[in-house]
């Protein structure tokens, strides 16, 4: 299984989830509860990364952040000289994060998996192979078999369950993300601090599938009259009327003893409202997983799925939300993966414009802005659109008639003063730019009309 979804899932039922630490409790359903962070929510449900990923709006916002941040590449890139940065491709990290970051995974697998670890349990590991300070290869670490602890000395000090022994690995084997946190050693999750949305959510869904499963009938009670049915009478009665529950017993018709009614339990989704709720589900979710819902296919009331306003939040939350996310993976790939020497030369960053990859106008737009002010020349922008270069497209240029910023004042280049004194000349006919001869021959020719004196006088 490709993508996020495998390296998550995989980790549900990994080998290593079979061992258990020093102390852990021996019952298994005990021990699953405290390894996947589950807990029994107030609408009674269990609420953990398994049954989270089985509601479609938590399942919608993590796949879509995760897919996006892995299919936006991760690059190594140095300051140059000039202020300006220069692409290290030669760089080893360039190789670690943007061509193989581990044997079995591409790069977009291992972002997406990272990604949704920490959306789902707010931390995502990964055990650093190195060869001398150089790292060679990031492999995922099941976040609910790994515990952080600091040593006597305040080291931090990551316990993992590997195989059911504890192995003790030092902070600098460990590539550690974290979610939001309050300056501790891990990240917190959304799924536990949210598990009361979450368990309600999951309640509501069930309750639509219980409704459906009966073929939308009702329960209720059976009035038997004067009639005192015995116990064994009550069981045959519930049995026949377990006989017409279902959607294909839908429309049957049940016998019933003389002076037995029936009278059912009137509680229709519309009075308690259950259409609302998980519409006000959907919503709730994305603000624990930080997507904004109209980006994962719900409308609020009166929105629409497209026009300028969709654009504008799909830019806002680009800013808010996706641009610190990227920023927190981006130090903690220059922290935990770099010398403090190399800190100073190297770093890594997002194609933050993949983003907008798609949008042809917004990239046209800002081509057009970035060549006639002199931020990009024409073989930079057709680098980006994988167009080949072309002989002279390594200049820049700015909006004077496009003229080379190296030419500026020069006589390979007029001013608009210029240009325009040559363009009014060419449309009066004058030949050389002689002014002068134009302007006495005008004088010549309206001399001796309309009574005037003659040239001679």
Known sequence: MAGWVGSVLSWFGSSGASGKLSGAPEDEPTRKAI?????????????????TLGLAAAWACISLKSELVGSMGC??????????????????????????????????????GQVAAMDLWGNAYAEKETLGDRVTALTPLPPHLMQVTRNANGERIYVFADRGKA?????????????????????????????????GAMAANKAAADTFRAGMQAAGFMETGSTNLK?????????????????????RIVPLEKDFKWHPLKMNPAEVQLLESRGWDVEEICRWFGMLPILI???????????????????????????????????????????????????????REAVMATDSAGRAALYSAFGQNG???????????NLDHRPGGEYLTVQSNLVRLDQMGMD???????????????????????????????VQSMMGHNAGPRLEE
Request: glycine content about 12%; hydrophobic content about 40%.
């Open 375 to 385: 931020v990009m020349d024409r073989n930079e922008m057709r680098s980006r659109e």
């Open 75 to 112: 690059g190594a890139y140095s300051k140059s000289a000039r202020g300006g940065r220069e692409a290290r491709e030669d760089h080893w990290l360039y190789d670690l994060l943007h061509e193989e970051p581990n044997a079995d995974q591409t790069p977009a697998e291992f972002w997406a």
């Open 35 to 51: 390894a996947f962070g589950s807990a029994i929510d107030s609408a009674g449900q269990v609420v953990n990364q398994r049954t």
């Open 297 to 351: 296919g719900h409308a609020a009331k009166g929105q629409t799925m497209w026009g300028s306003g969709i654009e504008q939040l799909l830019l806002g939350w680009q800013t808010l939300r996706l641009n610190p996310l990227l920023r927190r993976i981006e130090q903690a790939a220059k922290k935990q993966l770099l010398t403090r020497a190399e800190r100073k030369l190297i770093y890594p960053e997002f194609n």
């Open 167 to 199: 192995e003790r690995l030092p902070a600098d084997k460990i590539f550690h993300l974290r979610g939001i946190t309050l300056g501790g050693d891990v990240g917190l999750s959304a799924i536990e601090y949210g598990r009361r949305t979450l368990g």
């Open 412 to 442: 390979g280049a007029a001013s608009s003063e210029q240009q325009l004194r040559s363009a009014l000349l060419g449309m009066l006919g004058v030949q050389g730019g002689d002014i002068e001869a134009l302007i006495a021959a005008k």
């Open 231 to 251: 116990p064994e009478q009550r069981a045959d009665l519930q049995e026949i009327f377990d006989r017409f529950v279902g959607e294909a017993m839908r429309g």
